[in-house]
Nanobody
Framework: QVQLVESGGGWVQAGDSLRLSCVLSGGIFSNYAMGWFRQAPGKEREFVAAISWSPGSTVYAVSVKGRFTISRDDAKNTVVLQMNSLKPEDTAVYYC?????????????????WGQGTQVAVSS
């Protein structure tokens, strides 16, 4: 059974950076496109970024493009979300997701597996 475990969340101030990691176990990581989503209190879950199979084409939400970078390391079964210039509106629980397919997509229903989430809080 595929499992995803996120780490790296925390409490930061506006303008700071955070690096989220997600490790996949129980499957062949290189066979999965990977994505990050987030859900803020009282809001629906929204797409953040996704990466296809290596070498990894990427897609980003407009709200994070230019500030966030998604990358993958197939040797470590890990996908990383580097978040720079954080804003209070980035506060949310961030979820890692895996899709057994090559292409990175933004639609959450296309993903097969989800992590438990990691909290990111940005103060102004």
């Amino acid at each position: 059974q595929v499992q995803l475990v996120e780490s790296g969340g925390g409490w930061v101030q506006a303008g700071d950076s955070l690096r989220l990691s997600c490790v996949l176990s129980g499957g062949i990581f290189s066979n999965y496109a990977m994505g990050w989503f987030r859900q803020a209190p009282g809001k629906e879950r929204e797409f953040v970024a996704a990466i296809s199979w290596s070498p990894g084409s990427t897609v980003y939400a407009v709200s994070v493009k230019g500030r966030f970078t998604i990358s993958r390391d197939d040797a470590k079964n890990t996908v990383v979300l580097q978040m720079n210039s954080l804003k209070p509106e980035d506060t949310a629980v961030y979820y890692c997701a895996a899709q057994y397919d090559e292409v990175a997509v933004w639609r959450d229903y296309e993903y097969d597996y989800w992590g438990q989430g990691t909290q990111v809080a940005v103060s102004s």
